[in-house]
């Protein structure tokens, strides 16, 4: 995730709206093609030490086999109790980690390019897992959420009527890239084919209280995604503002940031009951 890229001006005030005088604050634009570089700091017996990774981007493959392995399990105590069967290891993060580091620096034994098999094991392990999981989780991380457009006061709820939102994303644990991505409206079909299609349930038997799994699936949300963006800003790819019309162009977008913006959007459809 180097700021390399071309910087690309955009408004980071989440309503966006150019009568406020507020100065655009220019961020750098993410470059699609280039892998995620992070700087970090460990402790060794007190001491501070600066640590470096590279890692490349991950496929929809390798993202939805993490999210295959750390599912939602929950069981039941008693009827009013449930208890959350979490994998708090990070062992998940760490083997996506293991396939995508390009670069370590900071450490006794690093990953480097060109390095042999043997090598490059070795340095694997001499990283704590607890580094790994935390420099995947921090480059993956996604906050998204729909903003007002213009200066127009709406006070009428609409729906069905083919509008569009503009919706800001932050990346990086820190927001370290923001993005803005207009989207059309779902339709009901195309929500009723989501709803279906993006939750798998299963119940593991076999012992006195079963287990219930709940499986998110990226594919989906990708595909809605793709149905409905009609522009996103922020990214570019070789150097130039991204094409959505270019299908390739499109297929570098994380699916983290997909799924992300979508569960923004469906969240206009629901109710804020107060509570």
């Known amino acids: ?11 980071t005030d989440p ?17 699609l093609t280039e892998p995620f570089d992070r700087e970090a700091h460990g402790k060794v017996r007190g001491h501070k030490v600066r640590v470096f990774h590279r890692v490349g981007r991950p496929t ?13 399990r929950s069981q039941m105590v008693t009827e009013d109790r449930e208890r959350l069967l979490a994998d708090v ?54 906050k998204s959420e729909v903003v007002p457009e213009g200066e127009e006061e709406i006070d009428t709820f609409v729906w069905g009527q083919g509008l569009s939102y503009r919706i800001r994303t932050e990346i990086g644990d820190q927001g370290q890239f923001v993005a803005y991505t207009t989207m059309n ?29 709940v499986h998110a699936k990226l594919a989906p949300a990708v595909q809605l995604f793709d149905e409905l963006v009609v522009s996103i800003e922020g990214f570019t790819v070789n150097g130039q503002p991204i094409d959505i019309s270019d299908k390739r162009q499109l297929l570098l977008v994380d699916p983290y940031f997909k799924r992300s913006v979508l ?10 009951l107060g509570n």
């Open 60 to 72: 929809l493959q390798l993202l939805q086999e993490r999210d295959d392995k750390q599912p939602y």
């Open 1 to 11: 995730m180097s700021t390399d890229a071309v910087e690309t001006p955009v408004n």
């Open 263 to 272: 569960d923004a959007l469906m969240k206009e459809t629901r109710l804020d």
């Open 15 to 31: 309503t966006n709206n150019p009568n406020d005088n507020l100065p655009d604050i220019v961020v750098p634009a993410l470059e």
């Open 89 to 142: 290891t990070g062992k998940a993060d760490a083997e996506l980690y293991d396939q995508l580091v390009l670069l370590t620096e900071g450490y006794k034994y690093n990953v480097s390019e060109g390095q042999g098999d043997s090598e490059r094991q070795q340095a694997l392990k001499a990283i704590p897992r607890a580094h790994k999981s935390d420099m995947m989780r921090a480059i993956l991380e996604v």
């Open 185 to 213: 409206e779902p339709t009901n079909k195309q929500l009723d084919d989501y709803g279906v299609a993006s939750t798998d349930f299963e119940i593991e038997k076999g012992q006195r209280k079963p287990i219930t799994r």
